[in-house]
């Protein structure tokens, strides 16, 4: 079994930071790709950022320049550098992991139960 736990959720002003970080825990064998997505309110969910097990990253137009998605495979987790934050950035976040478990030979697709974001003065 497999558990996805995040923090570092809150509410902040604009043009202020957070950092989010989900660690996974369980029979884990490995993790491939590990990310962040987030879903406001009336709005799909849409992928923020995410880190390949080699250090490769993507990141939404949107958040470029401000966010930083990074992870430190000896403690399974994966962090989310916000600055500059905007209202728009207001939405839950969830984090996402691409992970093998021992004795198993597929990688399986886990999610956190989410942490909300509100950026508002």
């Known amino acids: 079994q497999v558990q996805l736990v995040e923090s570092g959720g809150g509410l902040v002003q604009p043009g202020g930071s957070l950092r989010l970080s989900c660690a996974a825990s369980g029979s884990i064998r490995d993790i491939n790709v590990m990310g962040w997505y987030r879903q406001a309110p009336g709005k799909e969910r849409e992928l923020v950022a995410r880190i390949g097990n080699a250090g490769t990253t993507n990141y939404m137009e949107s958040v470029k320049g401000r966010f930083t998605i990074s992870r430190d495979n000896a403690k399974n987790t994966v962090y989310l550098q916000m600055n500059s934050l905007k209202p728009e950035d207001t939405a839950v976040y969830y984090c996402?992991?691409?992970?093998?478990?021992?004795?198993?030979?597929?990688?399986?697709?886990?999610w956190g139960q989410g942490t909300q974001v509100t950026v508002s003065s």
């Open positions: 996402n992991a691409n992970i093998r478990m021992l004795f198993r030979y597929t990688y399986n697709d886990y």
